[in-house]
Each structure stands twice: as structure tokens, then as C-alpha cells.
């Protein structure tokens, strides 16, 4: 059973330029969220996706969007890219929670470098 | 806004001995928490849950404790084990919802 699966595993961007992240999540699971963490800070909701719609957004801009396909996998854009845009991003995923308890599954992360 | 904070970036333990994690948080309205440890290059992995009307769980050699009056929880690692060795999370889901809220981390090194 694959878990959470995440591509590319490093990118290399200057500012400006557009990047796209994939994610495909854990078999049976339908919802993915996507969490930025920068260098020595832990990661930090930027969204999450269910039923092909973004259902929830953190503190992030617009230049950041998503998109969930009916297969649930995910895909993460940036556009428009900062220095400050550099950092780990990880996408989670997990089944429709029925229990806050439900725990999310995290990927290995697609480590992101602006120049 | 740092509603969940790990004050200690680094901890260093021996192998057999104790290790102790700490976690406090500012909003009272958390009703669950969770600790993630993450290993270089990979993800964050789910460790241990403590729901709010609780204050000890326990699994294994992880212990969580929680302190409500002082909105403070630890992850008591014991014995200590070179493979406990890893960033771990304190994280709290926004009230009402699935996002979760995670602290800055500790780092944690476990020495023979």
C-alpha cells in the first residue's frame, strides 16, 4: 500500500517563474491539505481539498492555488515566485474525517529552492 | 500569531535514559493534540494523540501529558532509543476543523 506520494522531490525556480507541485494521496484516502515549512519552523497550513474544491485556506496568498482531481490526487501552484517562497512543502492526506482524531498521513515533501 | 510554541529547538538525551518534550499553547479552546516526529528527508510521521478531557496517554515507551490549567503538554520518550533520534512536532488542530497548527519544533538526539 503506497502511502502519500510527492513530485518532484526538489525544484529549482527563480523569482517570478511559476512552479507546480503534484501529490497523490494514501490509497482510500479523499481529501488532501498542503502545508509549507520553511527552515526552522514547523509547517503551516497554506489549504485543503475535498470533493475536487478547496475547502479550507490558511494565511496565504493567491499566487498560491490548488487543484484536487477526481482520483483525489492534488496539485499545488505558485506563481509569480519570492525568495520567501523557498522552503519544504508537504502534502497530507487523509479520509473524510469523521473524528478530528483521524490522523493525516504526510508525504516526503517537494523541497522547493527560489533564486 | 504562535499559537502553539516548543521553546527548546534542541535536546540532547542518552541512549536508555529519559527524554521529555515540551509543548505549550495559548489557546484554550484546543480540544486535541498531537506529536509528529519527522526524519530528515521524509515526512512527518503521527506519533501519539492526547484529546482534551484526558491528561496521560500512553504507548509503548511514549507518554503524553497534558496540563490544561497551565496550557502545557510533554512527550516523555522512555527509554530513549538512537532511533527516537528526529524533529518532533507538538500540533494542535484549529478548533472546529482539520487544519492543523503545528509548533517550531525540537530536535531531538539520542547518543550512545
Known amino acids: 500500500d503506497a502511502g502519500v506520494t510527492q513530485s518532484p522531490t526538489h525544484l529549482i525556480k527563480t523569482r517570478g517563474q511559476q512552479v507546480t507541485l503534484r501529490c497523490s494521496p494514501k490509497s482510500g484516502h479523499d481529501t488532501v491539505s498542503w502545508y509549507q515549512q520553511a527552515l526552522g519552523q514547523g509547517p503551516q497550513f497554506i489549504f485543503q481539498?475535498?470533493?475536487?474544491?478547496?475547502?479550507q485556506r490558511g494565511n496565504f496568498p493567491d499566487r498560491f492555488s490548488g487543484h484536487q482531481f477526481p482520483n483525489y490526487s492534488s496539485e499545488l501552484n505558485v506563481n509569480a515566485l519570492l525568495l520567501g517562497d523557498s522552503a519544504l512543502y508537504l502534502c497530507?492526506?487523509?479520509?473524510?474525517?469523521?473524528?478530528?482524531?483521524?490522523?493525516?498521513?504526510f508525504g516526503p515533501g517537494t523541497r522547493l529552492t527560489v533564486l | 500569531d504562535q499559537q502553539v510554541k516548543q521553546n527548546s529547538p534542541s535536546l540532547s538525551v542518552q541512549e536508555g535514559r529519559i527524554s521529555i518534550l515540551n509543548c505549550d499553547y495559548t489557546n484554550s479552546m484546543f480540544d486535541y493534540f498531537l506529536w509528529y516526529k519527522k526524519y530528515p528527508a521524509e515526512g512527518p510521521t503521527f506519533l501519539i494523540s492526547?484529546?482534551?478531557?484526558?491528561d496521560k496517554n500512553e504507548d509503548g515507551r511514549f507518554t503524553v501529558f497534558l496540563n490544561k490549567s497551565a496550557k502545557h503538554l510533554s512527550l516523555h520518550i522512555v527509554p530513549s532509543q538512537p532511533g527516537d533520534s528526529a524533529v518532533y512536532f507538538c500540533a494542535a488542530p484549529r478548533v472546529g476543523t482539520d487544519k492543523l497548527i503545528f509548533g517550531t519544533g525540537t530536535r531531538l538526539q539520542v547518543f550512545p
Open positions: 481539498y475535498y470533493e475536487e474544491e478547496e475547502r
Open positions: 492526547i484529546s482534551s478531557i484526558k
Open positions: 497530507a492526506s487523509s479520509a473524510q474525517l469523521v473524528e478530528l482524531t483521524d490522523t493525516q498521513y
